[in-house]
């Protein structure tokens, strides 16, 4: 009886495991495509809105799932505060603090990283210009992330049961 609930523990722990690994394909996709909706947003929220760049990032937090709503509202802390904390500095403290709970790769870390130098430091139609390429480029990576999401996502649940299932073969 105690081996039996010992493989049936086994078997759920694989499981459980290639769950957790589709989950991240999973949510990889869903994630970009909020980066992309908020940065639109904020595009409009600079452009049209002239609203500082503080305010916008800490208003579309609200918006977002809270791993990536962490992230905004990280940053726009020490924008509101005025500490003295420059937007890149800000934005690229919060993207380190917070990239491991998202399910986002190392390229689109790339992005953000890159957003981080011109956010702030220049006029508002640069600042738009640059958010568009930022949003541009998540795109493309949106497409990456659903395509490996088609790949992975099911081989990942399967293998988690299977690779629970070997172990207790291996163990009896």
Sequence with gaps: MLKLIGAVLVVLAGTMFGFAKASAYARRPRQIRQLIAAFQRLETEMTYGFTPLGEALLHISGQ?????????????????????????????????ACWKQTALSSNEREILSQLSFTLGTSDREDQAKHLRLAVDMLKAEEENARDEQRRYEKMWRSLGVLAGAFVVILMY
């Design 64 to 96: 977002l799932e809270p791993q990536l709503a962490a992230m905004f509202r990280r940053a726009a802390e020490p924008l509101n505060a005025m500490t003295g904390v420059t937007a890149a500095e800000s934005w690229r403290e919060a993207v380190d």
